[in-house]
């Protein structure tokens, strides 16, 4: 039995991987400053518990990391928006959370998962992205980069902290996940905003032309792919891309949505300036190259875009009877 710490571990991706740890028979503390809304169904497990605090309180980090053989660190700001609205807390909570986890970490020998980000290759026009591929960002003085940015200096950290002090480490490079328990309707990332025009019966709103891609991933895929880097040894020392590599457009997207869900809505197209503001800037495809996780811990995404929409829909619906509810 493997003893966990789980940052944001009320999160999206968080709640489904406390719930996989706790079905395969580890412990779980959870960790996270936001309600503990998705992890209520664990209570009872006893062998979950959930901390509300924030990761910016170093003397509790420290406390926690010491009980543990392992942590998750997925506690993050991931909100686009908030990029922008508010880089400063962006920075500090990404950089300075992640900075008191890795030191404890590795002053106490403590495995150390982080959860990273495609955003961290920029705007780099040449997919597929394995691993190792450039960097390609725009200016600090464009807001929208700063979150990539403190991603990336972790990335290096870990690097860093597992030359120099032998820190047992994994990166995860997730790909846009979706799926049940993410965001609320119509806030965060693309899917829920969509979703909650979807529902209302109202214009949907795509940004740009519609033709910049994603790699959707369904969240339980994820969560899978999270437990397994994470306890299994062949995964350590090294960075993963976890992520689909179906490559589909916003505008796919929406018209998937439509028709999975029934839908009779219009579709609109509303350029980046006017949604964003000059400090955003759009990413026109992001692509990864899984060749790396397969190999080595054979995961895979199996969800077609087509089902897991589906199961988004059906969860976020009025009717729907979901036990845990994000919303
Ligand atoms: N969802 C995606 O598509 C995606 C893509 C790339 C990377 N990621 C990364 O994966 C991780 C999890 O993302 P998610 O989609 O589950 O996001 P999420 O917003 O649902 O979860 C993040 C959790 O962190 C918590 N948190 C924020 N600030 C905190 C603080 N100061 N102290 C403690 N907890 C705090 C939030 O309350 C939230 O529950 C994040 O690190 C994110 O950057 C997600």
Request: net charge neutral; with cysteine; glycine share 8%.
């Amino acid at each position: 039995m493997t003893n966990v710490l789980v940052t944001g571990g009320a999160g999206s991706i968080g709640s489904y991987v406390c719930e996989y740890l706790v079905a395969r028979g580890e412990n779980v503390i959870a960790l996270d400053n936001g309600p503990s809304l998705k992890v209520e169904h664990l209570f009872d497990s006893g062998r979950f518990s959930f901390v509300q605090d924030s990761v910016l309180n170093k003397d509790m980090i420290e406390r926690l990391v010491d009980k543990v053989d392992v942590v998750i660190h997925l506690a993050a700001i991931a909100d686009p928006k908030r990029y922008v609205t508010e880089p400063l807390n962006v920075l500090n909570v990404n950089l300075k959370g992640s900075l008191y986890l890795l030191d404890r970490c590795a002053s106490q020998k403590k495995k150390f998962i982080f959860a990273s980000t495609s955003e961290v290759l920029g705007r780099n026009p040449k997919v597929p992205w394995n691993e190792d591929a450039d960097r390609v960002l725009g200016p600090p003085s464009i807001n929208r980069w700063c979150y990539s940015t403190g991603k990336a200096l972790i990335e290096h950290y870990c690097y860093a902290y597992g030359q120099q002090e032998s820190l047992p480490f994994v990166i995860m490079r997730f790909f846009n996940v979706y799926g049940p328990r993410c965001d609320d309707l119509g806030q965060g990332r693309v899917i829920p905003i969509f979703l909650e025009k979807f529902l209302k019966g109202e214009p949907v709103v795509v940004h740009g032309d519609g033709k910049q891609t994603r790699c959707f991933t369904f969240i339980e895929d994820t969560a899978n792919a999270v437990v397994e880097l994470s306890l299994n040894p062949k995964a350590q020392g090294m960075c993963f891309n976890v992520g689909s590599d179906r490559e589909t457009s916003i505008l796919e997207l929406a018209e998937n949505m439509k028709r999975v869900g029934g839908f009779a809505n219009e579709l609109v197209f509303k350029p980046h300036l006017e949604i964003f503001g000059k400090s955003y800037e759009d990413i026109p495809r992001r692509i990864p190259d899984v060749g790396r996780i397969k190999e080595v811990i054979g995961w895979q995404a199996t969800t077609e875009l087509e089902d897991g929409l589906k199961r988004t829909i059906d969860f976020y619906r009025p009717t729907a009877s979901a036990s845990v509810t994000g919303r």
